[in-house]
Nanobody
Framework: QVQLVESGGGMVQAGGSLRLSCTAVGRTFRDYAMTWFRQAPGKEREFVAS????????SYGNAAKERFAISRDFANSSIYLQMNNLEPEDTAVYYC????????????????????WGSGTLVIVSS
């Protein structure tokens, strides 16, 4: 079992930045590729970013490219999502998740590929 706990959400004005954190407790953190998803009100959960087990490969969804950066910290069993130049359309609950399977899928991750989910952290971007 892996427990994932997100933090760092909040309210920010358009153009601002936030850094989300996700800390893993339990099974070996480095066994998993890790991802961020988000779900806006009334919309389906969508892929935001992923990082492979070593941290050497990253991939982003269209909304995150050029503005967001995913990273991982093995010493603290954590991943991060640095979000810059935020827009009101980025308002959502952000979830971190650990991916199933040995092969890194880049941006080709759906909700069905995840083995574990955090409970989410809310990001609100005001205009």
């Amino acid at each position: 079992q892996v427990q994932l706990v997100e933090s760092g959400g909040g309210m920010v004005q358009a153009g601002g930045s936030l850094r989300l954190s996700c800390t893993a407790v339990g099974r070996t953190f480095r066994d998993y590729a890790m991802t961020w998803f988000r779900q806006a009100p009334g919309k389906e959960r969508e892929f935001v970013a992923s990082i492979n087990w070593s941290g050497g490969l990253t991939s982003y969804g269209n909304a995150a490219k050029e503005r967001f950066a995913i990273s991982r910290d093995f010493a603290n069993s954590s991943i991060y999502l640095q979000m810059n130049n935020l827009e009101p359309e980025d308002t959502a609950v952000y979830y971190c998740a650990a991916a199933r399977g040995p092969h890194y899928r880049g941006s080709d991750y759906g909700t069905g590929n995840m083995a574990y989910w955090g409970s989410g952290t809310l990001v609100i971007v005001s205009s």
